[in-house]
């Protein structure tokens, strides 16, 4: 699953344009799976945290921990020169709980 390139807010019906800095999943409780529901700036972040939990009280997304995580600290100084990629293969691992590889 590639990570969008802007946060996964509407304002008005209007994408927010911002580059995401959060990946956001909510952790299942019984720590059985986490499904990452969306991407995030930085200014939308404390909305969309708000709006999750309106949605898992009205039972459209599942219970569970929202899970922060910050897309830049994926890309760490021991990886300089292939941040894009590197991003990438984080992001289908922890996407992907049963993995398949050999
Ligand atoms: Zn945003």
């Known amino acids: 699953m590639l990570l969008p390139e ?3 807010i509407k304002v008005d019906g209007v994408g927010c344009n911002l580059p995401p ?4 999943s909510i952790q299942s409780r019984d720590g059985s799976g986490e499904y990452m529901v969306a991407v995030v700036c930085d ?8 709006r999750l939990q309106e949605m ?3 039972g459209r ?3 569970g921990r929202i899970h922060f995580q910050p897309v830049k600290l994926v890309v760490t100084d021991c ?8 991003v990438d293969i984080e992001l289908k691992r ?5 993995r ?3």
């Open 43 to 50: 200014d939308h972040k404390d909305g969309l945290e708000k």
């Open 94 to 98: 922890g996407a992907n709980s049963d």
């Open 56 to 58: 898992q009280k009205a």
């Open 100 to 102: 398949k590889l050999a």
């Open 79 to 86: 990886v300089a020169g292939m941040e894009e990629d590197y």
């Open 61 to 63: 997304v599942p219970e």
């Open 6 to 8: 802007t946060c996964s």
């Open 21 to 24: 800095a959060h990946v956001v």
